[in-house]
């Protein structure tokens, strides 16, 4: 039988999701619910691609266009995502899927079509060496996770616990966004529109959850998890100064792993770090070890990789004068730029 490709229609959202569902390669970036937020949220133009064989869906490959003055035109698999890629289930759907997104990078003019793989793919593409992530497998006993967490960093957590931090899911996003926007202006980034966690919350339900740490009944701390399967993904956290002192970051990461165990999770998934920053080193203080993103570029107008991160030295003034931006500024603004940081 000959594969055909298609674009997806929200009416076939459901089988998407059940192929997702079946794929051992799958992601939770890889459900269809993301080509609403990122339409919804972003206003950005998606191209939900499958493979489809008899009538029955063999690959998927979830793209969207991000295309800015600033930071360029770029076709990516999956924007604000950590993960993304081809999924199938032969090689030659595979590879139909390929061609389809090299002949839409074309015929878009982008600079460059990125594929976000968890596995290399496309040996002979370019590939961004930027980021890693952080996996690791736990234990259903909360004692046995917590021995297992490197001495120095048990002792922090010991401290969050002596402070008399308390950890509580909440049902919004309002708490958790006041945290959030506080943190990464703090850091010199653009926040998010809260939209998105608004978004998020409404397409997700319950696989999107809020766990928020307080200090005296004050809310010092939030994460936003997402949940696949048997993994746990802290996706969008942030804290108030205060935190640090208190040791509210350590508190809960721990609050969400003990959680997330006693639910029968068994993968703890801490996300993508760029190497040599502060996120990096914390995470592998929690004795988890780096493993290599293989994000994979088919290039079209650009002639290398576009060095579109905070690591690039060019964006360094920024980072310096956004930190010093009054928050309520940074809140009206960020939401304008971060669109583009996919």
């Not at 999701?17 to 939770?28: K, Y």
Request: aromatic share 12%; hydrophobic share 40%.
């Amino acid at each position: 039988m000959d594969i055909h490709i298609h674009q997806l229609k929200e009416s076939e959202f459901k089988p998407w999701d059940a192929f997702v569902d079946a794929s051992a390669d799958a992601t939770f970036f890889h459900r269809a619910g993301w080509k609403t937020v990122l339409e919804r949220v972003f206003g950005h133009t998606t191209h939900y691609i499958y493979a489809e064989r008899d009538g029955r869906i063999e690959g998927i490959l979830p793209l969207a266009q991000i295309k800015s003055l600033l930071f360029g035109n770029t076709l990516i698999s999956t924007p604000f995502c950590v993960y993304g890629g081809v999924l199938a289930n032969s090689i030659d759907a595979a590879e139909l899927l390929r061609e389809k997104a090299c002949d839409l990078a074309r015929e878009l003019r982008v600079d460059t079509l990125e594929l976000r793989n968890l596995k290399p793919a496309n040996p002979a593409w370019p590939t961004k060496d930027l980021y890693v992530t952080f996996r690791k497998e736990i234990d259903p006993d909360p004692e046995v996770n917590l021995k297992a967490v490197p001495r120095k960093q048990r002792a922090m957590i010991r401290k969050g616990m002596n402070a008399g931090l308390k950890s509580e899911t909440d049902n919004g996003w309002q708490r958790l966004y006041r945290v959030y926007s506080e943190s990464v202006r703090n850091l010199g980034t653009p926040v998010f529109p809260s939209s998105l966690f608004r978004v998020l919350r409404q397409v997700f339900g319950e696989d999107c959850e809020v766990l928020m740490i307080t200090h005296q009944d004050q809310d010092i701390a939030g994460v936003m998890s997402f949940y696949f399967r048997d993994q746990v993904l802290p996706y969008y956290g942030g804290s108030i100064s205060l935190a640090r002192e208190l040791k509210g970051n350590d508190f809960m990461y721990w609050e969400l792993m003990r959680r997330a165990a006693e639910r029968g999770i068994r993968i703890f998934d801490y996300g993508r770090s760029k190497e040599g920053t502060g996120s990096y080193s914390f995470k592998k203080n929690w004795g988890f070890s780096p493993e290599p993103l293989y994000y994979e570029n088919f290039l079209v107008k650009s002639v290398a990789i576009p060095e579109i991160n905070p690591m690039n030295p060019k964006y360094q003034l920024f980072i310096k004068a956004w930190k010093k931006l009054p928050l309520p500024v940074a809140n009206t603004i960020g939401p304008m730029l971060a669109r583009s940081l996919g």
